[in-house]
């Protein structure tokens, strides 16, 4: 029995006329043709259910499809009674189909292709063409034809017809190197009328005119094609075509030979080196980099050169190399040869210079004594125009010595870091490219799919990827090799950081072994300390906050971190290149390898950042805002050791984020004594600015460590600043519950400071609803608490709250004397901001002596607080009739 799935669906039995025993019913059909094509896989039931009624099955789905799992028995039962009753089998979570590879027209087309790709790898081009055109033979139509399709069989449908005319492109591919170009020109007319965006097609139809001495008629082929991309999707041609096209303009001769064939498959994405000594067809992908290319280009043709390219992993080295390399062949008609150390046993001279010589054809055996085959060399390169391309030296040693230097020869050489004893002519810095660069690659590399996607979604794939060059190429290839996906789905599946690394592996091009080559050839110090920088908040930071988190020297820490810099593992940050950043990418590496450490390692280290922050920000000994520049952006860990005193506002700005990341991090990690510290040292710069979810974020993780450590001054501090936050936002009984239990936690903790500004804040909240009686009572014992502790801002709260007071029951004379107090009080603090504020209240007090008691409306409460209606007296908690705007 045999089945057919590349036209319309059959099923055979052969007997002396074959007779076709097919399913009539369209939901028989869809549930063989779904069994067949995971032929000797398990198709769960939820799967054949959402393939035959998509998402509204009816109540008896898994019933119906036990009987049509029986109908297909008996059918198949009849068509071949020896093994048709075992061919359908139960297997959770569904069914099985048993089936000879050699009976189903889908494995026997797939077998074929990929025999047929690798004869063409061997330059087997008869056998490759006749292996293609079996395949191709075997296609009666479109896929499934008449079978509905769900979401499976459209999947497979659009997997299939992708690889169909892949075949198609490798057998015409084939056919082309046999010089068949003039029997091809009928069936590329036709073919590239009925795919008119396909660029391969209408390339190898461009070849094969122009071998046929139609050089126009290939010209014009471009001229329409262009204009149908331009008119319908608003691009141009890939670099590959316009490279033919100008190759067809200059009458290149070269493209008249059979062997010269310079079109190969464009949805491959990047590839693979072939072995040493022999460079890669030109990558038709390549794109971007156009002024880094231009600049490699003109430095290689300088005598006798020696480039070096550096770079992380991933920026694009090799691919920048091997390009430059094939725009040269005129340049050096002697040769361009390519050795690719990643690939070399070893990286000692003897074995770099004897891969030299061997793609040289220097005869064997070869000389013992490194001197002898240097003397080889030299004698073989003298006199020649070669360019030596030697890729991924990075574990070479001492490349200087086994370089060929006479004139005439040129030497690119593609290393993350400059080796030290190397001395090239030329140093060339590959970075990230820029975000239109990074679009272009990824767009280039994913196809019609991703050159169609909406701008927002290439923005956000680009960012995912971190603008790296290979994980943008490897996502376009993803893209490419799965034609059912849009660009938003892969966008979806590399949102996710745990598997993102994941995402980013295709066909043997995986973005985690790339960065993992880099770390596994770090010493085990090195490897520990990138492991072990993962717990730092993203973005940049110093040596200083890496010295906390390493436990060691700041001096020991920068040393580490520029080793890890020339590994390619970290960048330089900061305009004067004093800071540092783990690439996106590489974050997710480190945070992978991390797990492998201990969870008491990776705890202990943030507990010293955050310890390390808490000591950087407690030296600010108050909170000092002078201007909008508070509200500047925040970067990343910074910390110094070396400025001491009180730290300007835009470092708590610039820090904010960082800071907030620390506290949250040590909370989660238990370090509940660092948090408590950091958490204080904080959480007067987000109320001033009023960051109202970081404010809160750091002052319910200082809550917890306090309760987990029992400090109850801690506690108090804690519930207190969370009074103040639920007191500007109006939650007025939040804030009563929040005051009250800081008070009762304080008075039992005995810390009179925090017990003044717990009482400060119910003076606030009862002046706020008019409750002037119970204001004055609680304003009073927040004096003796605030009396009775050497912390003077209790004393500016409490004095800030007795001057409202004055001030809202006429008492103009008190009200001035008491924001005198407070501005002096200020001063002391050296708090601009509340100097600021004291000196503004001060003055609103002579306007206001003659007004009647209880009036309140207009006045600035708190720094960037005012209250805009006169107060009423209401129960706390009802705040309808109530009104404060925050002003930062």
Known sequence: MRFHLLGPLEVLRPTTADCYVTPRAAKHRIVLATLLVRAGEPVPTETLINELWGETPPRT???????????????????????????????????LIRLDPGRLDLTRFEVLYQQGVAAAEQREHAKASELQDRALALWRGRFLADTPAGPLLSAEAARLSELRMASLEQRIRADLHLGRHHELLGELRAATTEHPLREELHAHLMVALYRSGRQA?????????????????????????????????????????????????????????????????????????????????????????????????????????LQAAQMLADDFPDGRILIDLRTAQSTERVEITERLLRALGAPAPLPDQPAARRALLNRLVEGRRLLVVLDNADRAQDLGDVLPGPPGTATLITVRYLPGRLRPTTTLRL???????????????????AAQAAPETVQEIVALCDRLPYALSVAGARLTAHPHWTAKALANRLRAEKTRLDELCNDGLDVRARLLDAYEECSAPERDAFRL??????????????????????????????????????AVEGADHCGYEIPLLHRLLAVELAEQDTTKARHAAIGRLCTAYADAAEWSGVLVVADDRALARPTGPVLSSHAMGPRPPHWFAEQQTALVWTVRAAADAGQWCPVLRLAGAVGDFLEATAAWDDWATTQEAALRAAEATGDGAGRARALRSLGDLAWQQRRFDDAYDHFEKARRTARQAGSDAE???????????????????????????????????????????????????????????????????????????????????????????????????????????????????????????????????ILP
Request: with cysteine.
């Open 61 to 95: 789905a898994t019933t119906t499809i036990q009987v049509y799992i029986s109908q297909l028995r008996k059918l198949l039962g009849l068509a071949d009674s020896d093994e048709a009753q075992q061919a359908i089998v139960t297997r959770r979570p569904g069914y």
């Open 217 to 321: 008629e290939a010209l014009q082929t471009f001229s329409a094609l262009r204009r149908t991309l331009v008119d319908e999707l608003a691009i141009e041609p890939g670099p590959a075509l316009q490279q033919l096209h100008q190759r067809l303009l200059s009458g290149d001769p070269r493209l008249l030979h059979t062997a010269e064939h310079v079109v190969r498959s464009l949805g491959s994405g990047p590839q693979p080196p072939p072995p040493s000594g022999k460079l890669p067809p030109p990558d038709v992908r390549f794109t971007a980099r156009e002024a880094e290319l231009d600049h490699l280009v003109g430095l290689l043709r300088e005598d006798s050169a020696m480039v070096v390219v550096t770079g992380a992993p991933g920026t694009g080295k090799s691919a920048l190399a």
């Open 431 to 449: 970075r990230p490219p820029e975000q239109t660069e990074a679009e272009k690659i990824f767009t280039v590399a994913g196809g019609p799919a």
């Open 533 to 570: 920088l993962s717990v730092l908040p993203p973005g940049p930071f110093t040596g200083d906050a890496a010295a906390a988190v390493l436990g060691i020297a700041p001096v020991a820490a920068e040393a580490l971190l520029d080793r890890l810099v020339r590994h390619g593992l970290l």
């Open 755 to 885: 017990a003044a500004r717990s009482l400060a804040g119910l003076v606030d909240l009862h002046l706020e609803h008019g409750s002037l009686q119970e204001a004055a009572r609680l304003a009073a014992e927040a004096q003796q608490a605030a009396d009775a502790a050497p912390d003077p801002r209790a004393r500016f709260e409490v004095l800030r709250c007795r001057a409202l007071l004055a001030l809202v029951a006429s008492r103009g004379a008190e009200a001035e004397e008491l924001f005198g107090r407070c501005l002096e009080t200020a001063g002391e603090l050296a708090d601009r901001r509340l100097e600021a504020w004291a000196r503004r209240a001060g003055r609103s007090v002579a306007p206001r002596s003659g007004d009647a008691p209880g009036a309140y409306g207009g006045v600035e409460t708190r720094p960037g607080v005012w209250r805009l209606r006169p107060g009423r007296t209401e129960p706390i908690g009802d705040a309808a009739q109530s009104r404060s705007v």
